[in-house]
C-alpha cells in the first residue's frame, strides 16, 4: 500500500497570495519511487508540504490509499508519513531519546536500524553508547551523522510513505550514496518521494516529475524524459554532466 494520488490540487501559503502548486495532478502506484524535480521555487518542497497538509489544498485533493487525506485528523495522517528533511533535526539529549522519543522500540530493533543506516560502527565507538549526550541541535555530531539519524528513526518508523526533501542536499556525496543504497534497500515496500537535489542519485527512479513554476511540466520515466533533448529534465541533467 501507499498509493498517493493528487486531483486538481491547487494550494497557496496565505489567501492574499499567488498559488505555488496549480491544478496537479498525479498518481504515484504503491512501492513506485517518485522523484520531483525543477528549478528553485517550481514548487516542488510545496507539494512535500502539502502531502503533510502543514498547508491545506485552496482546490482539489490528496488521497493515500483512497483515503481523502483532508477528512482524517492531522494525527493519524502524519502517523503514516515520514519525512527526512533537508536541515536534520536533534534535540538536546541522549542518542537514545533522539531515535525513539515515543520508547516504542527495543534496544535490538535499534541497532538494527543504525545497522541499516551505516551508523553502528560509529555508535559502537562512543564511550556512552545509545546514552551519547547529543547537544542541542546535534552541534557535537557532524551532518552527515545527524542525516543518518534521521535515517535511522525512518527505518524504525517505516511506515507505507517516505518522503525525502532534498534529504541529501547538505552531506557529501559518500553520505549520499549510503542513504540512497539504504532506501533501495529497506525501504523497497514502501511509497517513496524524493524531491531530489542531485539527479544522479535518482537515475533508478520508477518515475520523474518536474515541476515549473507551480504545474506540471513533465512527467514519466527517468529513460523517457532523457530521451527529449529538448525536455527541462535533460536540460538539468546535461547541466550536471550526466548526459
Known sequence: MGGIVFS???TKYRQELHLVLK??????????R?????????????????????IEATDGTVSIDGIDCSTIGLHDLRSRLTVIPQEPVLFAGSLRHNLDPLDQW??????????????????????????????IDGENVSVGQKQLVCLARALLRRTRVL????ATAAVDMETDDLIQKTIREEFDSSTVVTIAHRLN???????????????IAEFGSPEQLLTDNNSIFYSMAKH???V
Request: charged share 25%; no cysteine; aromatic share 6%.
Open 163 to 166: 518522503v525525502l526533501d532534498e
Open 23 to 32: 491544478n496537479i495532478t498525479l498518481d504515484v502506484k504503491p512501492r513506485e
Open 201 to 215: 542519485s535518482i537515475r533508478d527512479y520508477d518515475k520523474v516529475l518536474v515541476l515549473d513554476n507551480g504545474s
Open 34 to 54: 517518485l522523484a520531483i524535480v525543477g528549478r528553485t521555487g517550481a514548487g516542488k518542497s510545496s507539494l512535500a508540504l502539502g502531502l503533510f497538509r502543514l
Open 240 to 242: 550536471e554532466g550526466i
Open 8 to 10: 486538481n490540487y491547487s
Open 106 to 135: 527495543s534496544d535490538k530493533e535499534i541497532w538494527s536500524a543504525l545497522e541499516s543506516a551505516h551508523l553502528k560502527t560509529f555508535v559502537e565507538s562512543l564511550k556512552s553508547g545509545l546514552n551519547h549526550e547529543i547537544s
